[in-house]
């Protein structure tokens, strides 16, 4: 008996530590499997990322830009095709999907994709990684979104590091 309460413990006090790693480790879980790799083809950023060339930010697709395409079926694979009908399904309901953001400042500092993309000339990808080919949606930022990082590659490009240009 007194071994069974032992070994209860330990159990226990397993699935405790496995959890809270579970929760530290932070992957973002969408609410739609979106696969940048099967649009490629289709669409170009823009498309569902409209504002980075005017905007600070780059904007996220609503669900009227998937339904553009998505009023019929698209893909083949029975997996696919549940997917696909998820977005019928939030069509029905008149609700949006809550994107889960990967890529995000705080409130104190200031980043504009407009400078970096149309002024600066960076490719998408400089930052973001390769997303147009991966084929699962991506569970965390390609790159950690940190002060060095921004005023490293500011030193390389000679741009201003004034803590003001960027905590404005
Ligand atoms: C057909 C629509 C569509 C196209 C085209 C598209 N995206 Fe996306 N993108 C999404 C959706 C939906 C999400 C949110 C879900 C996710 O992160 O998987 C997203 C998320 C992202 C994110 C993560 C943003 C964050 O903070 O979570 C980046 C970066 C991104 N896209 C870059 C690109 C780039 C670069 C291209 C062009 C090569 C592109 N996207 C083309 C729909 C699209
Ligand atoms: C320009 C047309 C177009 C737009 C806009 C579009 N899709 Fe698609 N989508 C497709 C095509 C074509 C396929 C089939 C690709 C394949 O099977 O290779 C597809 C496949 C899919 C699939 C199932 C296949 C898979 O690989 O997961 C899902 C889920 C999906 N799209 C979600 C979305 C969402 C969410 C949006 C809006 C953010 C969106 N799509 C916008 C054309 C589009
Ligand atoms: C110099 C680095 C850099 C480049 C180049 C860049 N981004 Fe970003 N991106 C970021 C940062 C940093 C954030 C977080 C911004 C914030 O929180 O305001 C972000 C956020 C995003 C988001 C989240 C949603 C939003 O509204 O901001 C999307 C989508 C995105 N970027 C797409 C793109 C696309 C598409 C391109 C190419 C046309 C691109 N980015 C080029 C650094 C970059
Ligand atoms: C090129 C842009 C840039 C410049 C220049 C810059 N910062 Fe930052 N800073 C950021 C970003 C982005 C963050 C948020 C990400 C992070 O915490 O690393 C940040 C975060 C911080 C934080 C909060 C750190 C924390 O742990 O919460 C402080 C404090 C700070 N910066 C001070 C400064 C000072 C002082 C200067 C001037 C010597 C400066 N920054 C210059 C972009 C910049
Ligand atoms: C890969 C290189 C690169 C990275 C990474 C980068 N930047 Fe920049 N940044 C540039 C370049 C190049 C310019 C000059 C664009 C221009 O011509 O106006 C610039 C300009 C800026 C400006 C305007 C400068 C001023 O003084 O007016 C701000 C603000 C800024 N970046 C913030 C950020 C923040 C915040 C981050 C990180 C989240 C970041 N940058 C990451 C290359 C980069």
Same mark, same amino acid.
């Given at each position: 008996?007194?071994?069974?309460?032992?070994?209860?413990?330990?159990?226990?006090?397993?699935?405790?530590?496995?959890?809270?790693?579970?929760?530290?480790?932070?992957?973002?879980?969408?609410?739609?499997?979106?696969?940048?790799?099967?649009?490629?083809?289709?669409?170009?950023?823009?498309?569902?990322?409209? *504002?980075? $060339? =005017?905007? /600070?930010?780059?904007?996220?697709? @609503? #669900?009227?830009?998937?339904?553009?395409?998505?009023?019929?079926?698209?893909?083949?694979?029975?997996?696919?095709?549940?997917?696909?009908?998820?977005?019928?399904? *939030?069509? $029905? =309901?008149? /609700?949006?999907?809550?994107?889960? @953001? #990967?890529?995000?400042?705080?409130?104190?500092?200031?980043?504009?994709?407009?400078?970096?993309?149309?002024?600066?000339?960076?490719?998408?990808?400089?930052?973001?990684?390769?997303?147009?080919?991966?084929?699962?949606?991506?569970? @965390?930022?390609?790159?950690?979104?940190?002060?060095?990082?921004?005023?490293?590659?500011?030193?390389?490009?000679?741009?201003?590091?004034?803590?003001?240009?960027?905590?404005?």
């Amino acid at each position: 008996m007194k071994r069974l309460g032992l070994a209860l413990v330990v159990a226990l006090f397993l699935i405790v530590i496995a959890g809270i790693y579970v929760s530290r480790s932070g992957a973002a879980r969408q609410p739609l499997r979106f696969i940048h790799k099967a649009h490629a083809k289709e669409a170009k950023c823009r498309a569902c990322h409209p *504002y980075y $060339e =005017k905007q /600070a930010s780059a904007g996220l697709p @609503r #669900l009227a830009d998937c339904l553009d395409c998505h009023e019929g079926t698209q893909s083949k694979e029975p997996e696919d095709v549940k997917e696909e009908a998820k977005l019928v399904q *939030y069509a $029905e =309901k008149k /609700a949006e999907i809550r994107w889960v @953001r #990967l890529y995000r400042v705080p409130g104190h500092s200031f980043f504009s994709h407009r400078r970096h993309v149309v002024l600066a000339k960076l490719e998408c990808k400089t930052c973001h990684g390769e997303i147009e080919a991966s084929d699962v949606p991506p569970r @965390r930022p390609a790159q950690p979104i940190v002060m060095d990082w921004c005023v490293s590659c500011h030193r390389k490009e000679k741009i201003s590091t004034d803590c003001n240009g960027c905590h404005r």
